[in-house]
């Protein structure tokens, strides 16, 4: 066993240190030494280390291939989507024209720059190269996962894993394509196994973090970004994640530390300054808000989301023009965008345009006939237009489509009593007042249907209980009195 395996990798580059150009002179190019240094500092994911090493190599050694792989691991740790690991792989290949694992990774860096044709041939090529290479049908897997075919890039990770069942790589990516079919259970059971066989696995610590985010699990969702950033602290996606499941914890003034993290690591992503935005939005400071959104879109303004996310903090400071303008941009970038029509016809609507409201609802129902909050929203446009009939079926619409708008049936039957149609009222009433027995509206305007079809006993208990939870309420007060007087009478 080498030395190199019990031996911090990050120590012998230090021990190193000037001495490198000597003892390259004393040892052959390809000397084991190196490339065993190479691998332990890939396999410990000292990405910063491992960069100063292989440029040291290339500097020193430059026909070698090996250094320029691993320069292009580097790169592609870095930044997903990068050129100059691609070059750094092609420059390799240009030096061993037999090297199977510069092959791999080039095809795997040609599909996340989405050159998928020559990905697939410089994947196919690796495997002939060597069919019994893991990590060539995971550079395969990989190639296929960013053209969103995840089905059969788990077959060539189930492949992998055959040809070796401790690649923990072939676990996490196997993991990563689960997340994306929202098989989250069997993602986890993968990022276990990857991080059982690979402790320091910092990228499958912040990937099963995602799972469990997406399950719902907020707290373990912290608990393994907490541990992908000990091990990696300039790990910046694993500061925006963990962000992410604090505002779902709805720890805001948590999530904003963390985004701020992330964007001093990398001040040019964008996305970070709009969720950055959001927590903000969410504490209420909506102008601290919209300088995040005005960053997001100086970085990116091609993304809709960003334009639309700004017109709703314009929307709650009661600015509808300048939301309008906003979602009218995010239309123009996405014209299938439904929330952007949606969330237009809002501030229409707060304008008292019911008549534009409708028509942007109108089109978001059209893009997606299941859209159930256009039907709400339509439904509300209408009954201020006193068209109640349409409201009513609008309102049923959304409550078909999801219970969370059983809320809903109270709109109904206030429609409902506006057209003088008392028992339709009174259905609907009884219905929320299944889910909501103390809502003192509903008891109150209950009280009066009830009385407009001479129900009176009905009538004055459910007055009754409206006032005795509302007291101070002086309408509540008025009805009671009254329907009690006339139940005395005619009771």
Request: negative net charge.
């Amino acid at each position: 066993m080498s030395a190199l395996t019990t031996t911090s990798s990050a120590q012998v580059i230090k021990s190193l240190g000037a001495q490198f150009s000597m003892v390259e002179k004393l040892l052959s190019p390809q000397h084991k030494f190196w490339k065993e240094l190479l691998d332990k500092l890939y396999a410990d994911h000292e990405w910063d280390t491992l960069f100063v090493l292989a440029n040291q190599c290339i500097a020193a050694l430059p026909e070698w291939e090996e250094g320029y792989l691993y320069r292009g691991f580097v790169k592609n740790h870095r930044n997903r989507e990068s050129e100059e690991a691609l070059a750094d792989f092609s420059k390799a290949i240009t030096l061993n024209s037999k090297f199977g694992r510069a092959y791999a990774f080039r095809g795997m860096q040609r599909g996340f720059l989405k050159e998928y044709d020559k990905a697939m041939e410089d994947c196919d090529y690796a495997i002939s190269l060597d069919p019994n290479s893991a990590e060539a049908y995971t550079c395969r897997g990989r190639m296929k996962r960013s053209q969103a075919n995840h089905e059969e890039s788990i077959k060539d990770y189930d492949q992998s894993i055959h040809l070796d069942s401790k690649f923990a790589s072939a676990y996490y990516n196997r993991a990563v394509a689960r997340c994306y079919l929202n098989d989250y259970e069997g993602a986890i059971k993968d990022f276990d196994e990857a991080i059982r066989l690979d402790p320091k696995y910092a990228t499958a610590y912040n990937g099963r973090g995602y799972a469990k985010k997406d399950l719902k699990d907020y707290e373990g969702a912290i608990k393994d970004y907490d541990e992908a950033i000990r091990l990696d602290p300039k790990y910046v996606h694993a500061y925006n994640n963990r962000g992410i499941a604090k505002k779902d914890l709805k720890d805001y003034e948590g999530a904003i530390k963390d985004y701020d993290e992330a964007i001093r690591l990398d001040p040019n992503e964008e996305i970070y300054f709009n969720n950055r935005g959001n927590a903000k939005k969410d504490l209420k400071d909506y102008e601290g808000a919209i300088k995040d959104y005005d960053e997001a879109i100086r970085l990116d303004p091609n993304e809709e989301i960003y334009f639309n996310n700004r017109g709703n903090a314009k929307k709650d400071l009661k600015d509808y023009e300048g939301a309008i303008k906003d979602y009218d941009e995010a239309i123009r970038l996405d014209p299938k965008y439904v929330n952007a029509y949606n969330n237009r016809g809002i501030a229409k609507k707060d304008l008292k345009d019911y008549e534009g409201a409708i028509k942007d609802y109108d089109e978001a129902i059209r893009i997606d006939p299941k859209y159930m909050r256009a039907y709400d929203n339509r439904g509300d446009a209408k009954k201020d237009l006193k068209d109640y009939e349409g409201a009513i079926k609008d309102y049923l619409q959304a409550i078909e489509l999801s219970s969370i708008y059983k809320n809903k049936w109270w709109d109904v039957a206030w429609c409902y009593g506006e057209l003088d149609r008392s028992h339709q009222a009174i259905t609907y009433y009884t219905r929320y007042l299944t889910k909501f027995p103390n809502s003192t509206s509903a008891l109150n305007n209950i009280a009066v249907q009830y009385e407009e079809v001479s129900n009176l006993e009905d009538a004055f208990l459910h007055s009754k209980k409206a006032h005795e939870l509302d007291p101070e309420n002086e309408m509540y007060e008025r009805n009671y009195r009254r329907i009690k007087e006339n139940f005395k009478k005619n009771g």
